[in-house]
């Protein structure tokens, strides 16, 4: 009775005071970028469905109303964690064209043409996300397929309110998005950049969605959808065939699963980046004393930053796709690697990357994270991306569907930074129907056989150092899962050779003593926009927490 108590009082106090951004419930919890796609995942629990149905809904409303980021023409990676405790992935990353080749992006000399691996119909890579739906639904979905789309549908054909974030993102976009036929009729409707409040219809879209929920993927991959994406892109200058789509195939495969201290971590193996770096982190970490420092502390940051610096130059060089490249996995998680990297840091003094630092060239990093968990234990943690805002910004003819940029994801030339500021080696080149690396990050933290946290966030390269502060946040400072999500992030990825600083996150001291250590340092805007759901065992409930650096939302039943 106590106990019910305590959880009444904990639910109401949580929702009145944070609003949108912590709410508690004890049957399911959804947590993404969007209010709207949240709200429709805890609908599809409502009528029966699982956190794998809800992720598909979700995923697919993200695509009508999250247009940055949500996506039919992008990929991602879903983490999925059983009540029994085992757990699975499904690697719907999308793949170089069977026509890509190394020096697609480069001129007669061997550089790279400015924009041209970043934008338009070239830049696309063959779309994962219908596929990886459609195999996270074959496998492990309850309710039927077309009604995971309904409110997708429903969405694109009725119309959505345009949101100050979805105005300002469209606005700042105009000049790309506009110079493609399709892509300005579809966002800019009127001429102009919506004013917020509109209401925006996507009839095309919906009708895409429509055969989809009738057809399955079988209509993105080999029906008129297909035929629609080859034609329009060809037209336009891109590569993509026919075979490309038909030959594609999601894949579920095993997670990547390490300690970390007394918790597990599950999350995803390559072609995603983000399990390995986060893994190698963290192992080097482990080496220190954390929760001894104080969170935010010149020596905290000094040890996290040097544990980045290590695992993002691992990164570079290694890791690519695995049916292409070995990457070394275990060795670079093994503690005997990881305990020699930290015996290498240096009391109180900056690391050097021992290059010049490439430019740095900041672009958005829009992917979208959400978290999903049911009543049943079931938790999902999903990231998706076009790659930039809005992908390549190339709208496909008739279908509403907007084309990732993903091929900036390769190293399009080894040694050259890509719009992340990454540097790739040859094992992230380009080759025909190769899969790209990615930071892209989902993960689920457990104890003790019992899951604790679902988390994932956007942000390209910073995608792994948000990710790791939240769990260090968690784990080693003790913090809650509000104060651990929203608390200040900088990062660090080897090269450039500075530390990023959220602008309202350090003061003049911790500036001046990292400094004084050598290190330097860059005030950047928000970093990352991590969702997250934490399971209170006591309580027997679940606390979603959305990040409040942009726009994200949490629904719970
Ligand atoms: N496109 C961003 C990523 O996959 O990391």
């Known amino acids: 009775m106590k106990k019910l108590i305590v959880c009444i009082i904990y639910l109401f106090f949580t929702t009145l005071s944070f609003g949108q951004s912590l709410e508690a419930g004890k049957n399911g919890v959804v947590v993404s970028a969007s209010k709207i796609a949240s709200d429709i995942g805890i609908q599809i629990m409502r009528e029966g469905g699982n956190s794998v149905d809800a992720a598909i809904a979700v995923s697919f409303a993200l695509a009508v109303v999250w247009p940055e ?24 990353r999308e793949k170089a064209s069977e026509n ?71 606005k700042n976009h105009y000049e790309e998005m506009a110079q493609f036929t399709a892509t ?11 004013e917020v409040g509109d209401i925006l219809k996507f009839p095309d879209l919906a009708q895409t969605l429509g055969r989809i929920a009738q057809e399955g993927a079988d209509d993105f991959y080999r029906g008129l959808t297909a035929l629609k994406i080859v034609r329009s892109v060809n037209a336009a200058g891109g590569i993509l065939t026919y075979d490309d789509l038909k ?16 918790h597990e971590i599950i999350t995803m193996a390559p072609p995603s980046s983000g399990g ?25 940051i000094h040890k996290i930053v040097e544990a980045e610096r290590f695992a993002y130059a691992n990164r570079s060089k290694y890791l690519g796709d695995p049916y292409f490249v070995n990457n070394h996995t275990q060795y670079l998680l093994s503690d005997k690697l990881n305990d020699s990297l930290a015996s290498e840091i240096k009391f109180n003094v900056a690391g050097n990357s021992l290059v010049t630092a490439p430019v740095f060239v900041p672009e958005s990093e829009q992917t979208t994270h959400f978290s999903i968990i049911d009543k049943n234990g079931l938790a999902v943690s999903n990231t998706t991306t076009l790659n930039s805002s809005y992908g390549s910004c190339f709208v496909v003819e008739g279908t509403g569907i907007l ?28 080759q025909p129907n190769k899969k790209m690396l990615s930071s892209m990050t989902p993960a689920i933290v457990t104890q003790d056989n019992q899951i604790k946290y679902i988390l994932g ?45 959220e602008k309202f996150g350090i003061d003049k001291t911790l500036f001046e003593a990292l400094e004084k250590m050598g290190y330097k340092l860059v005030i950047r805007s928000a970093i990352g926009d991590l969702n997250a759901i934490g399971i209170d065992h006591n309580l027997g409930i679940y606390i979603g927490v959305a990040d409040n650096r942009r726009q994200s939302a949490v629904s719970c039943y």
Do not use: C
Not at 107 to 129: F, H, N, Q
Not at 184 to 194: E, I, L, Q, R, T
Not at 459 to 488: C, E, W, Y
């Open 184 to 194: 300005k009729d579809m966002f800019f409707p009127k001429g102009s950049v919506p």
């Open 69 to 92: 980021a949500g996506n039919l023409g992008g990929g991602g990676f879903m983490v999925i964690r059983f009540p029994d405790g085992s757990a699975t992935t499904i690697d719907y």
């Open 100 to 170: 890509a080749h190394e020096k697609m992006y480069l001129d007669r000399d061997g550089k790279p043409i400015s924009g041209l691996s970043t934008e338009g119909p070239l830049s696309a890579a063959v779309p994962g996300t219908v596929a990886g739906m459609a195999l996270a639904w074959e496998k492990y979905g309850l309710l039927p397929w077309n009604k995971l789309i309904e409110p997708a549908i429903e969405l694109a054909d009725k119309g959505f309110p345009v949101t100050y974030h979805l105005h300002t993102g469209l």
């Open 276 to 300: 390995v770096v986060l893994g190698q982190i963290l192992k080097i970490l482990e080496n220190f004393p954390m929760s001894h420092y104080d969170y935010f502390s010149p020596d905290a």
């Open 457 to 501: 966030s956007p942000g390209g390269s910073t995608i792994i150092t948000t990710v790791a502060q939240v769990i260090i946040n968690l784990v080693d400072f003790g913090m809650n899962l509000r104060n651990a999500v929203h608390a200040p992030r900088f990062h660090h990825q080897w090269l450039p050779d500075n530390i990023y600083f």
């Open 403 to 430: 084309l990732n940029n993903e091929m900036d994801d390769f190293s399009i030339k080894p040694g050259q930074p890509n719009q992340f500021g990454l540097l790739g080696s040859e094992a992230n080149s380009i």
């Open 247 to 262: 030959n594609y195939r999601a894949i579920e495969q095993r997670p990547l699963r390490f300690q970390y201290r007394d």
